[in-house]
């Protein structure tokens, strides 16, 4: 069983900063998938940015420019680093793992607990 741990939420000024990080582990080989999802409530949960592998990266539009993902594959870790932060970006922001080799043609996914982000003065 693969789990993720998160860190790094907090409460923060419109304009400030956070960096999110998670890490996974357990009996992992490699993770082809990481990224981070949002919810806020009374919404349906959404992608924010996901970085594969390879290195290629996909963002909500919403957070293309303010928003930079990162990932350590060795230490199969990814973190999400926000700046220039909205109200609108306050949400439970959920790390997630997809494509996990967890052994031979066994493959599994992962979400972690969820970390609070809130934004205001």
């Known amino acids: 069983q693969v789990q993720l741990v998160e860190s790094g939420g907090g409460l923060v000024q419109p304009g400030g900063s956070l960096r999110l990080s998670c890490a996974a582990s357990?009996?992992?080989?490699?993770?082809?998938?990481m990224g981070w999802y949002r919810q806020a409530p009374g919404k349906q949960r959404e992608l924010v940015a996901a970085i594969t592998s390879g290195g290629s990266t996909d963002y909500a539009d919403s957070v293309k420019g303010r928003f930079t993902i990162s990932r350590d594959n060795a230490k199969n870790t990814v973190s999400l680093q926000m700046n220039s932060l909205k109200p609108e970006d306050t949400a439970v922001y959920y790390c997630?793992?997809?494509?996990?080799?967890?052994?031979?043609?066994?493959?599994?996914?992962?979400w972690g607990q969820g970390t609070q982000v809130t934004v205001s003065s």
């Open positions: 357990g009996r992992i080989f490699s993770i082809n998938r």
């Open positions: 997630n793992a997809d494509g996990i080799k967890v052994g031979v043609g066994r493959y599994s996914s992962s």
